[in-house]
């Protein structure tokens, strides 16, 4: 192989690791967003079951009258 291939193949191989890595980035920062949207959390407190919706908290009566 010629150094011009070699080159190439680096460029090629780096160029493609990086690509890799920066859509693991977005991709992952897209998920986390999503998550932390559109995910709810239920815990149990020693009042009764408490939902948190978009960093409000309900507790689960009102949220059966709001229906």
């Known amino acids: 192989m010629t150094t011009q291939k070699i ?3 680096k460029v090629i191989m780096v160029s ?3 690509g890799f890595i920066m859509g693991s980035v977005i991709t992952g920062f897209s998920v986390y967003q999503h998550i ?3 995910y709810y ?3 149990m407190t020693n ?3 408490m939902i948190f919706v978009k960093d409000k ?3 689960l ?3 059966k ?3």
């Open 61 to 63: 009566s009102e949220m």
């Open 16 to 18: 493609s690791i990086i």
């Open 7 to 9: 080159n190439n193949l």
């Open 47 to 49: 009042i009764g079951m």
């Open 65 to 67: 009258s709001m229906e």
């Open 57 to 59: 908290i309900y507790n």
């Open 41 to 43: 959390k239920l815990h």
């Open 36 to 38: 932390n949207t559109e």
